[in-house]
């Protein structure tokens, strides 16, 4: 009883809490904007550009390698200051630019978001004209010019012979080098007040020489100290900020710049054809801990990828982009600045600190080129396990193992299917992480044994804020190594989180990312077993007691030479890397506690879940919209959220389904799970104070709907595993915006209550309340072919059509000419369902034709790639629709079984008779069935792992 009024106690004190940190949130006052920052304000009003005109130092101009240009150009502040310049070539067209002052003490950027060794490419020409100089790429067909004009200063990517991006074309390029001290700023604390002028009645001889007042200068405010509130950012290196402006030729569109509440198409911040006219602030990047975040806003959420992409001319569309490497504060202005001739999009970046480091990426084309070239630079998802693409059920809290147990049976005994149950922080022993509350959790291994009997696994929290507590081993050896994060005054940074007073790991420097690592070890964290798995929360970091809710900007890493100014953006990046690595050397931990990374041994792919993300963070681990809140305003932005997300490369990603914050109606609940249902990441969340909502505690019709939606999720894993490994070698998005794959149709480009899964499946799920009917437009054009993935009933493209839409009905459309794999037995989880049958469903295009890819193997560990252990093949009906064929196209693995063949689009001729061949056995002639349109052909005695044949006759 005592521990249970504890508990309760304790509860309590935390939903007042939190309720309080709710109302503190939306309040817009507690979050700073543009023009509360100096070097935002400073470098977005355009009169401060009116320096020294930036030029190209002559003579400088060097061809080091085939690879490298070096050369100088003038400071903006000072004629006599010399910045160096880089241009690097890489394959695929890539064009890197660093700029730099060569100061030690400034940060050099965020490197570790790079994949290791980058493939350099070649300059195939270079050419000085005494006024520029011209190298030029080539790729693919494609060929890449880029021109750096000297005087002024500024640069042109010219793509297959257009000029696609321009930089520093309106001359807004700012580079601030770092002082010694105040005494060395050009721009003077004190100056003349204009207001203080000599009198008339002034007598030089009785009154002596008049001395003209001095007043603060506005100028100088911020440049060396700021302040927020009752905060206080130092500033000791004083202004270290950068700027550039880049232009995008030709353009419809802009996209990327995860993560804000907004839309694909990102909106405009300055007036068209006025940039000095504003319309919001710029879009912010600056990881924070936002409590039920405002729609529609650019105000900076939880994660920061400085990625812009450019949809160029619908005439013939094409794209490109700009990946700007830096990890301090950065926000970027977006301008319209179309004509009656031209189109034509300004963009304005400004960061806090960091040399200038950017990439061009050339595309054009969006899947075979421009994603390609991102993920070159920052690297891909690995394959996940199969049973993380599962259902994931999760809430603050699940109190103790008996409703762990309840949360498992009530899957059980309601025939639902689920993968993972998560625990949050109250599974903890007074919010020290890597430990259990004995009270409640009395067996952890007992409890993890159980679930995983039932082919299930298990979530813990693990955040970064470790509670300081001198009898805790944690914080124990974290002092022991000096792993802390210091304060201004090099002592160890102390602020408040979820534990009270905590300190934050420094994980900037390897030795502590490398202790961080072993934690993860079931020797290191206690009364765990493999069947456990990780989410990082609060990563960005969020520091209750700090300015923002964050920590503050003059604390310092790596042993006072780096400020977190300069890190903060990828901060969570890091600790999900120690997090990766620690659940990757786990899957070759032996019984006596030794890590022996072995071909020999499968091993065990890890599954993170981390709130603040960066570029290349998709490395590491999947990543959700954070907490949004039980609203129908919200479930719809969770698709342009989600989607904006992906195509800035982190393909596994997903939103709390019915909003982590109020509680969800059923009818609202109900339309999240189908709205999250075919999206990559799929977990159904709440907070502390929201009522429990597992589907299984609702009543018809809302299980049976709900329970629908989900069933079909698992039907269509192998189309998604698919997809993810398509990723992994591609880096093309796991779902998509429409107009990804239909460029040419005006119509999607706006359209974001629809998305794409791959290239064959449309998602149209009902937003709004009330709703039996759906507006679908189908993309395309009238030779396009879209047919309901559940009656067969056709649709052309191009138009958009009034479905039914009833409370069990998630509107999916397969696209024609598409093969589509699914496995229908659905089961109580991924794991039941390996080796099932599968079912192939044909979608005939005009041509009466259709093709498709399969992928498959174990679902966890790397014998797919140590031992070739996997499946590929290809499956297609051949123009004309009478012969089907099956061909294994790489993979030393068994294939699956096929016990049915579901073709769409069967017109003309009845069909008399089917027959399959297959090599080495006789041909056999096979059931089969047709209503109206659809043809099923049941056990047509074919495996996905072989190479055969079927063929219809009339």
């Known amino acids: 009883r005592m521990v249970d009024y504890r508990r309760s106690l304790f509860t309590v004190l935390l939903v007042c809490t939190l309720l309080v940190l709710i109302v503190n949130c939306v309040d817009r006052s507690k979050f700073k904007t543009c023009d509360q920052l100096d070097f935002c304000r400073r470098n977005r009003n355009f009169e401060t550009h009116n320096h020294p005109g930036v030029q190209v130092v002559s003579g400088s101009v060097k061809r080091v390698s085939d690879s490298k240009i070096n050369f100088e150009i003038t400071s903006p502040h000072s004629q006599s200051l010399r910045l160096s310049a880089e241009l690097t070539a890489y394959k695929q067209g890539i064009a890197r630019f660093q700029i730099t002052d060569g100061n030690d003490k400034r940060f050099k950027g965020p490197q570790e978001a790079l994949v290791e060794n980058l493939p350099l490419g070649q300059f195939s020409d270079f050419t000085d004209s005494g006024s520029s100089f011209t190298v030029t790429q080539t790729y693919s067909s494609n060929n890449v010019r880029t021109v750096v004009n000297y005087s002024p200063f500024s640069i042109e990517t010219f793509v297959n ?6 930089a520093n074309s309106r001359g807004l390029f700012n580079f601030e080098h770092i002082r010694a001290s105040r005494e060395e700023d050009d721009v003077p604390e004190k100056i003349l007040n204009p207001d203080s002028v000599k009198p008339d009645t002034w007598n030089d001889i009785l009154d002596g020489e008049f001395k003209q007042e001095t007043m603060d200068n506005p100028k100088a405010s911020g440049r060396w100290e700021e302040h927020f509130g009752s905060y206080r950012d130092s500033k000791p290196r004083g202004p270290q900020d950068i700027s550039l402006d880049f232009t995008f030729y030709d353009s419809e569109f802009v996209f990327g710049l995860p993560e804000h509440a907004t839309d694909v198409n990102l909106k405009m911040t300055r007036e068209a054809n006025d940039e000095n006219k504003i319309i919001s602030d710029p879009y912010r990047l600056w990881n924070l801990d936002v409590f039920e975040y405002e729609l529609d806003n650019p105000m900076a959420l939880y994660g920061a990828v400085p990625l812009l992409y450019s949809f160029h001319s619908t005439k013939s569309p094409t794209f490109s982009g700009i990946f700007w490497l830096n990890s301090a504060e950065t926000w970027i202005d977006i301008a319209n600045t179309s004509t009656a001739t031209s189109k034509q999009i300004n963009s304005h970046w400004i960061s806090e600190t960091g040399v200038l480091d950017f990439f ?7 899947k075979t080129n421009l994603f390609a070239q991102y993920a070159s630079l920052t690297g891909t998802t690995p394959l996940p ?25 009530g899957f059980e005994k309601s025939d639902i299917p689920m993968d993972v149950i998560w625990l949050d922080i109250e599974h903890t022993n007074g919010k020290r992480y890597f430990t259990w509350d004995s009270n409640f959790f009395p067996d952890p291994k007992k409890m993890l044994n159980r679930i995983a009997e039932q082919k299930r696994k298990m979530v813990n929290i693990v955040d970064p804020h470790m509670k300081k507590d001198s009898d805790w081993r944690i914080e124990n050896e974290l002092v022991s190594i000096d792993a802390f994060i210091k304060d201004r005054d090099n002592k160890d940074y102390e602020g408040t989180c979820w534990p009270g007073n905590s300190g934050w ?3 900037t420097m390897p030795h502590v990312s490398e202790w961080w690592s072993r934690q993860f070890l079931l020797q290191n964290y206690v009364n765990t077993t493999k ?37 903060h953006n990828y901060y969570g990046f890091l600790m999900t890397r120690g997090t990766f690595q620690g659940l990757y050397m786990r899957g070759y931990e032996n019984a006596a506690g030794d890590v022996v990374i072995s071909n020999d041994t499968a091993g065990q792919r890890p599954f993170i879940l981390t709130r ?13 919209t954070g907490d949004n809140a039980a609203d129908w305003n919200q479930m719809r932005y969770s698709i342009p959220m989600t989607l904006s997300i992906a195509a800035a490369g982190i393909p596994f990603i997903g939103a709390d389904v019915g909003g982590f914050f109020k509680d969800a109606g059923p009818e609202l609940l109900t339309r999240w799970y189908q709205t999250a249902a075919l999206q990559p990441f799929f977990r159904e969340h709440g907070e502390l104070a929201t009522r429990r909502k597992e589907p299984f505690l609702y009543e018809a019709p809302w299980i049976g709907a709900i329970s ?3 069933k079909k999720r698992y039907a269509y894993l192998p189309v998604i595993y698919s997809l993810f490994e398509l990723h992994e070698r591609t880096g093309i998005p796991v779902h998509r915006s429409l107009w990804m794959e239909f460029p040419e149709d005006a119509n999607t480009y706006t359209n974001q209550r629809q998305f794409m899964l791959g290239s064959d499946l449309l998602v149209a799920p009902v937003l709004e309340e009330n709703k039996v009917k759906n507006n679908v437009y189908f993309p395309g054009d009238s030779h396009v072919f879209w047919y309901d993935d559940e009656t067969g009933v056709k649709q052309t493209g191009g138009v958009s059509v009034e479905v039914d839409a009833g409370l069990e009905k998630l509107p999916v459309y397969q696209r024609g000419g598409s093969v589509v794999v699914k496995r229908n037995r659905v089961r109580r989880s991924t794991e039941c369902m390996k080796g099932d049958k599968v079912t192939l469903v044909i979608a005939l295009d005009e041509r009466k034709g259709a093709k498709g890819d399969f992928y498959e193997d174990d679902g966890d560990g790397y014998d797919h790639k140590n031992k070739n252990r996997y499946v590929r093949s ?31 689009g069967v017109e003309g001729p009845t069909v008399r008779r089917v027959s399959v061949r297959r090599v080495g056995k006789e041909p056999v002639d096979l059931w089969f069935g047709r209503d109206k349109s659809t043809l099923i052909i049941k056990s047509p005695l074919v495996n996905l792992g072989e190479n055969w044949r079927i063929e219809l006759s009339s």
């Not at 061009?360 to 969006?366: A, K, M, N, S, T």
């Not at 396990?385 to 809290?397: M, R, T």
């Not at 929360?537 to 030479?561: I, Y």
């Open 161 to 166: 012979g257009v000029k696609k991006i321009g």
């Open 708 to 710: 629908r939606a989900i």
């Open 360 to 366: 061009v990426l050339p595309g054009p084309e969006i």
């Open 505 to 507: 790991p420094d994980y």
């Open 385 to 409: 396990p199969l049973w993380s693409l599962g259902y994931h059920q999760c809430k603050w809290n699940y109190r103790d193992d008996r409703e762990v147990y309840e949360i498992a049976d």
């Open 612 to 624: 603040s993300f960066f570029a290349g963070s998709q490395r590491y681990a999947s990543v959700w």
């Open 531 to 567: 069947d456990l798995f990780i989410w990082n929360d609060m990563n960005e970091p969020s520091v209750f007691s700090g300015p923002e809710v964050t920590m503050d900007k003059d604390a310092l890493h790596t042993k006072g030479k780096v400020e977190h100014r300069d890190v």
């Open 874 to 904: 290809s499956i297609e009906m051949e123009a004309g629709g009478k012969k089907i064929a099956g061909r294994r196209t790489g993979g030393a693995g068994a294939g699956p079984e096929v016990e049915r063949i579901v073709i769409f």
